[in-house]
């Protein structure tokens, strides 16, 4: 099996990667660097493309750079996991689960940040 040399990323579409707003966060980084490398032909990935043509058209290039705190970031992305589990911390497919972390630990971390329990 021959050897692929691993491609460079322009000083430009690197940019583009820093400065969009990741709605899917790293899940959705990582899918478009798996598709970038795909679907590159050359030895320079094409970042452009992938961001702006999406097919799922949920993303968007963000328009301002805006940097939150580590404990709204959290609280965020508990929240967002509480939504999707319409309130469940713990069993098959609750929020702790989902964020990879043991359901007394989400309960520590939501009292902590002063997240309500019944979402």
Same mark, same amino acid.
């Given at each position: 099996m =021959?050897?692929r040399? /691993?491609p460079?990323?322009?000083?430009?579409?690197?940019?583009l *990667?820093?400065n969009?707003?990741?709605p899917g966060n /790293?899940?959705?980084l990582?899918? $478009? $660097?798996?598709? %970038?490398l795909? &679907?590159?032909?050359g030895?320079? #990935?094409? $970042?452009?493309? #992938? &961001?702006?043509?999406?097919?799922?058209n949920k993303?968007?290039?963000?328009?301002e750079?805006?940097?939150?705190? &580590?404990?709204?970031?959290?609280?965020n992305? $508990? *929240?967002? %996991?509480? +939504?999707?589990? !319409?309130?469940?911390? !713990?069993?098959p497919?609750?929020? %702790?689960? *989902?964020?990879?972390i043991h359901? !007394?630990?989400?309960r520590?971390?939501?009292? +902590?940040? =002063?997240l !309500?329990?019944?979402?």
């Amino acid at each position: 099996m =021959g050897r692929r040399t /691993v491609p460079s990323l322009s000083d430009h579409d690197m940019q583009l *990667l820093v400065n969009y707003d990741w709605p899917g966060n /790293v899940r959705e980084l990582q899918n $478009i $660097i798996e598709r %970038a490398l795909i &679907l590159s032909k050359g030895d320079a #990935l094409e $970042i452009a493309p #992938l &961001l702006f043509n999406s097919t799922d058209n949920k993303t968007t290039p963000s328009r301002e750079e805006r940097v939150v705190g &580590l404990n709204e970031c959290m609280s965020n992305n $508990i *929240l967002s %996991a509480l +939504k999707k589990t !319409n309130g469940r911390i !713990n069993g098959p497919n609750g929020a %702790a689960e *989902l964020l990879r972390i043991h359901p !007394n630990t989400l309960r520590y971390k939501m009292k +902590k940040l =002063g997240l !309500n329990t019944h979402i």
